[in-house]
């Protein structure tokens, strides 16, 4: 049994920065790549972020580019989501995903095969 558990969500203000944990069990991640998604009420789930666990390639939404930063700690078993300057447009639940794959990321929510529960993101303006 795969678990990813998110931590890190919260209420803050427009401009200010948040930091997501997922952290993984149940297996080695060495052949995943760990995404970030997000849904908002009324939306479709939608990507956000990926990352090999060997940190090879990487992957952003658009509308996060040069705002939030993936990464992971081997060590910890534990990918993070560095979102700087956030804005009401990304006010959501996100949720930390994994999918087999020998390389590359994927960005469609239908690719990944294991999720955790999410952790709540609310930006006010």
């Known amino acids: 049994q795969v678990q990813l558990v998110e931590s890190g969500g919260g209420l803050v203000q427009a401009g200010d920065s948040l930091r997501l944990s997922c952290a993984a069990s149940?297996?080695?991640?060495?052949?995943?790549?760990m995404g970030w998604f997000r849904q908002a009420p009324g939306k479709e789930r939608e990507f956000v972020a990926a990352i090999r666990w060997s940190g090879g390639s990487t992957g952003y939404a658009d509308s996060v580019k040069g705002r939030f930063t993936i990464s992971r700690d081997n060590a910890k078993n534990t990918v993070y989501l560095q979102m700087n300057s956030l804005k009401p447009e990304d006010t959501a639940v996100y949720y930390c995903?994994?999918?087999?794959?020998?390389?590359?990321?994927?960005?469609?929510?239908?690719?990944?095969?294991?999720w955790g529960q999410g952790t709540q993101v609310t930006v006010s303006s």
């Open positions: 995903a994994a999918q087999y794959r020998i390389y590359g990321i994927g960005v469609s929510p239908i690719e990944y095969d294991y």
């Open positions: 149940g297996r080695t991640f060495s052949n995943y790549a």
